[in-house]
């Protein structure tokens, strides 16, 4: 069987300790692990310091660089994995195989990962709005006559990655031309694409003693979170809530995002229903800025019949057709968990309109794996139970609020699409401290714009500003 | 590596049954004679109604008994448990668990001595040297380990230092997330141990792997002048056994991985060899005490060699009589070998169904 070594700043270790991770479909073991113990990584984290000292002898120049040529790499050459190779074709297949992604789907989060390495300079400019990314190099600088000066918070970042798609490495990617060494925890059943990631940086000249790579435990993530100067974390509820109060982690939870149509969107709503049926169904529900509740100051059972027609429609397919658009989960008892957990909640007048159309529940066997088809869950009220939740796969609420709700009654909230041309909503939402990225107009929660920081500022989370006096004959 | 041919090993492995047989007739008379038995068994023998005297002639029949519950051995009067043939003898009592509600209590006069005088002779002198002293940075308080390993270092010749450790607050701390204050307590001990091996001339210890990690994370032990670490006290995976010998130690500092716990007294481990890939492999002290590994579901099932299952105690002292206790913990069960021509068992770890519930702080 495949194993994949802990890197230990770059260095392959194998562990007496391994995991192993199944093909969704046979649930055979697919691919093993080695586990780093506590010990191992607290110990490799008193070296942190050296990553960092390394990756200040480039220029932010030579990075962008090496990012741009990493992009390729990932995209279209075989790189190692292990004591052997994989290819990109091998590398999608991989995916797909632990975490059940149609081939589709993974080569989609492929080109977004691709992306963002090959706009480095695009996404750091966005990250830093400095009008030259030489500062980065020199610490200090000058915007209009005004010094600005910045250092980096900690001597690496750890990073708790999850396993429910690779779209999210995106967002960590850009740390290594912030000059910021990674010590990754892969998530259990996507063990691939950070590895992939660090052979196309080492391939494209980033030395590989910048990155960690330690498959772990829970335990073992904590050591990473608690040892690292910065840190980011992909989790559910549960995790979240447990580092909500340590400033030095950045927290990827639960994403809630929404779309709203007010006034003449909410009557307008039909000529939106591809993009709501794109935000909600688009990488099969998985990501957190998938559109997970729609709010309507409309008629909210016909918008949500409407959408339960068009998502209904929704069937799974083979894992290399072109147009698959649901996974199946990698634990069939998952998919019956949520499920049973989504029927539990519909009473007090809360309907499955998708299950309705369907003429069937969500989960369905198809080829012997398991699915959870989409839903579409028309409540009553905003205060129904199931009015603001997110599952990971395509579910969706619709609710049917008064005007003067909105926005106080989305809550937190990771991406919003307002659907309207009401000018004191857009102030209000402009205001509302509770939305991280606010899409005025019809664009999906799906689409992201490089230039902009998303999900939270890499830059500010990596690096401090700090008031700067120097006589000039000392800055050049 | 075993010196024994397969013929040598079957008949020490039938002698060592016998010999176990036979403690076993000595040790159920002893517990279940009106004049010399503890109060507890006594009383349980009148309600069985039965005698284990004239019905129990070997180990086998142990199982008449069924599984003890530890239950029993929560709260007072602690000296239902003191044999009445010892009763003349000072009685320490040493308790297990008690983070939360009653702790597990086991009287004893003198078995800790005897089981760490036993173990004693398993270490290597050159590693352990005659006369050196020792640090104990492990629990304190009521726990028979800082005694015993208080005894082993005086029967070696030595003296132990020892430090303030309270694992009761360190598992409440865990379980009310406060991690961080729990890191800071384990530095608190970590503090401890740096000032006596700085103070004094030190060659030995005994540690947890959390605690042994976290102090070489601060210091050099082989340039600190230690020669062997003697670890135990929670779980140890076939890859902290690798981490520890291979990193935290150096090839200098002999490890010594042991599994006990207050009711079993001290398993020590067979020394490894390459093809063990680093499991850890302990044998009990029988007849003093004899682990089994029975079926999670069937725990009067012996599972067979390399299978996974329950760990199942028992122990057999004039002190103390516990047949057929089941451990928290699962591992696979291991062969005979020269050694110890007796099973012994493969890779301890806490048992998975209650694993949510097991909270290990850092001892």
């Avoid at chain 1, 992939?196 to 910048?210: L, T």
């Avoid at chain 1, 205001?431 to 689409?447: D, E, F, Q, V, Y």
């Avoid at chain 2, 291991?334 to 806490?350: I, L, M, S």
Wanted: charged share 25%; aromatic share 8%.
């Amino acid at each position: 069987m495949l194993h994949l070594p802990i890197l230990r700043y770059g260095k392959p270790y194998r562990s007496v300790d391994t995991a192993t991770a199944v093909h969704y479909r046979t649930r055979q073991p697919f691919v093993e692990a080695s586990q780093a113990n506590a010990g191992l990584i607290r110990r490799d984290l008193a070296r942190q310091h050296e990553a960092a000292a390394i990756l200040q002898g480039f220029t932010t120049r030579e990075l962008i660089a090496m990012a741009g040529k990493a992009s390729g790499y990932f995209l279209n050459d075989t790189l190692p994995l292990g004591d052997s190779a994989q290819s990109p074709q091998e590398f999608v297949e991989a995916v797909s195989a632990t975490t059940g992604l149609p081939w589709v789907m993974v080569r989609r989060n492929m080109a977004k990962i691709a992306g963002v390495l090959a706009s480095m300079e695009t996404v750091l400019m966005g990250l830093t709005r400095l009008p030259n990314l030489d500062m980065l190099d020199s610490g200090v600088g000058d915007i209009d006559g005004r010094a600005l000066s910045f250092f980096p918070r900690g001597d690496s970042m750890g990073v708790i990655l999850p396993s429910n798609s690779p779209g999210v490495h995106s967002l960590w990617a850009p740390a290594i031309a912030l000059k910021t060494p990674l010590i990754l925890k892969p998530g259990s059943s996507e063990l691939w694409t950070p590895y992939r990631i660090i052979q196309a940086y080492v391939k494209a000249g980033v030395p590989a003693e910048v990155f960690g790579y330690y498959p772990t435990s829970h335990a073992g993530g904590g050591e990473i979170l608690r040892g690292t100067g910065r840190g980011m974390l992909f989790g559910d509820v549960a995790a979240a809530k447990a580092w909500s109060g340590d400033p030095r982690i950045e927290i990827h939870g639960p994403g809630y995002s929404k779309i709203i149509l007010a006034d003449d969107g909410a009557a307008g709503w039909e000529k939106y229903l591809d993009l709501m049926v794109d935000s909600v169904s688009n990488n099969s529900g998985r990501s957190c800025v998938n559109c997970s509740s729609i709010w309507t100051t409309g008629d909210g059972r016909a918008l949500a019949e409407a959408l339960a027609e068009r998502l209904a429609r929704i069937k799974p397919t083979a894992e290399d057709d072109p147009n698959a658009a649901v996974a199946p989960l990698a634990n069939p008892d998952v998919a019956k968990r949520i499920s049973a957990m989504v029927d539990s909640e519909l009473d007090g007048g809360a309907e499955d309109l998708c299950a309705k159309v369907r003429g069937s529940g969500r989960v369905a066997e198809w080829d012997g794996c398991t699915y959870l088809l989409p839903s579409v869950i028309h409540v009553p009220s905003k205060e129904h139970s199931l009015a603001n939740r997110e599952f990971g796969y395509p579910h969706v609420s619709v609710v049917q609020v008064e005007p003067h709700d909105l926005p106080e009654c989305l809550g937190p909230t990771l991406v919003c699409t307002a659907l309207t041309n009401d000018k004191r909503l857009h102030q209000r939402l402009l205001a509302n401290p509770h939305i991280g990225r606010l899409n005025l107009g019809p664009i999906s929660t799906m689409k992201i714009s490089w230039d902009q920081p998303h999900e939270g500022n890499l830059f500010d989370h990596l690096y401090s500003r700090r008031a700067f006096q120097a006589v000039p004959e000392l800055v050049g | 590596m075993s010196t024994a041919t397969p013929t040598d090993l079957f008949a020490k492995v039938q002698a060592s049954k016998e010999r176990l047989d036979a403690h076993v007739r000595e040790m159920v008379e002893w517990h279940f004679n009106p004049e010399t038995g503890c109060p507890f068994w006594l009383n349980w023998a009148q309600e069985a109604g039965w005698d284990p005297r004239k019905e129990v002639t070997s180990y086998a029949d142990l199982d008449k008994f069924g599984n003890f519950q530890d239950d029993e051995l929560r709260g007072g009067p602690v000296r239902r448990w003191v044999p009445k043939g010892l009763a003349h003898r000072p009685v320490y009592v040493f308790e297990t668990g008690g983070s939360t509600g009653v702790p597990k209590s086991r009287v004893q006069m003198d078995d800790f001595r005897i089981d760490y005088e036993n173990f004693s002779e398993t270490l290597p002198d050159e590693h352990f040297p005659k006369g050196a002293d020792w640090l104990m940075l492990g629990p304190s308080g009521p726990r028979r380990l800082r005694l015993a390993v208080e005894h082993l270092a005086q029967h070696r010749g030595g003296i132990a230092f020892s430090v303030d450790l309270d694992p009761r607050w360190v598992i409440k701390l865990i379980k009310r997330g406060q991690i961080q204050e729990a890191e800071l307590y384990k530095q608190h001990c970590i503090d401890q141990a740096l000032t006596i091996l700085r103070a004094h001339e030190v060659k030995c210890m005994f540690t947890t792997p959390k605690l042994l990690e976290a102090l070489c994370e601060k210091i050099n032990l082989e340039k600190a002048g230690i020669k062997g670490v003697f670890c135990g006290g929670t779980e140890m995976t076939p890859q902290f056994h690798r981490f520890a010998v291979e990193e935290l130690l150096g090839p200098n500092i002999y490890f010594a991985p042991t599994y006990g716990n207050t009711l079993m007294g001290l398993a020590t481990h067979k020394a490894p060899e390459p093809e063990d890939n680093w499991a850890i492999i302990y044998y009990p002290p029988v007849p003093r005490a004899v682990l089994e590994v029975v079926d999670f579901d069937d725990a009067t099932r012996i599972v067979g060699y390399g299978e996974t299952g329950r760990v199942r105690l028992t122990t057999l002292t004039k002190e103390t009589f516990i047949p057929r206790f089941l451990e928290r913990d699962e591992c696979e069960r291991e062969a005979p070998c020269d050694q110890y021509p007796w099973d012994g068992v493969r890779n301890v770890r806490p048992f998975s169904r209650f694993q949510k519930s097991v909270v290990e702080g850092v001892y």
